[in-house]
Every structure is written in C-alpha cells, then in structure tokens.
Nanobody, 124 residues
Framework: QVQLVESGGGLVQAGDSLRLSCATS????????TGWFRQAPGKEREFVAA????????YYADSVKGRFTISRDNVGNTVYLQMNSLKPEDTAVYYC?????????????????WGQGTQVTVSS
C-alpha cells in the first residue's frame, strides 16, 4: 500500500520561503510520478508541480514557474517542493500525490494515491 505524508506547511509573510516534504512508502518498482497540487477555499484543486522518479523530468504550473522547485530524494523516498517568493494567492492546502506510469501529470484524477495535505498560508 502506497502512503504519502506531507509536512512543512505554515504561516509566512509575502516574499518568504517554505519547503514542503512528501515522504512516500510502499512504492513498487516502476516509473512513478509524484505531483503537488493545491486547493484554496472555494476553488478546485489545481496542479502545481510534478517529478518523474526515473529520469527526474519536472513539470510546473505557469503560476509557480521560477518561484517553486520540485525535487526528489531517491534514497529517502521523499519529494520536496521549495517555494520561494511566496504570494498571498499561494495560500491553499497543498497535497502530494503519486501514480505509476503517468503520461498526463497535470490532471489530479490521474493520480491513485494522495496525502492528507498541509496548510500553507501567506499573509500580505
């Protein structure tokens, strides 16, 4: 059973940085993709970033390009989301998710396994 546990959220001011972690366990062999999504109150869950465990290709939403960086630690089975220059509009619950062999990494419904989420609040 694949399990994901997010951590690292918090309350920060605009312009600050945070690093989110997604600890994964139970993955079998294969080319998994792990993504970060976020959901603000009253809004749909939206794609933020994703990384392929094999090869390391990364993908970003336009709204976070140049500010957020996704990375993976193969040894520790952890995916990180480094968030710099945070804005109030980045405020949301951030979820990590994973699936095997995805071609469409941008669509939440394609992911099989989800974490519980971590709150990020950016004050102006």
């Amino acid at each position: 059973q694949v399990q994901l546990v997010e951590s690292g959220g918090g309350l920060v001011q605009a312009g600050d940085s945070l690093r989110l972690s997604c600890a994964t366990s139970g993955r079998t062999r294969g080319n998994y993709v792990t993504g970060w999504f976020r959901q603000a109150p009253g809004k749909e869950r939206e794609f933020v970033a994703a990384v392929r465990w094999t090869g390391g290709s990364t993908y970003y939403a336009d709204s976070v390009k140049g500010r957020f960086t996704i990375s993976r630690d193969n040894v520790g089975n952890t995916v990180y989301l480094q968030m710099n220059s945070l804005k109030p509009e980045d405020t949301a619950v951030y979820y990590c998710a994973t699936a095997l062999g995805l071609t469409d990494v941008y669509t939440a419904g394609r992911y099989n396994y989800w974490g519980q989420g971590t709150q990020v609040t950016v004050s102006s």
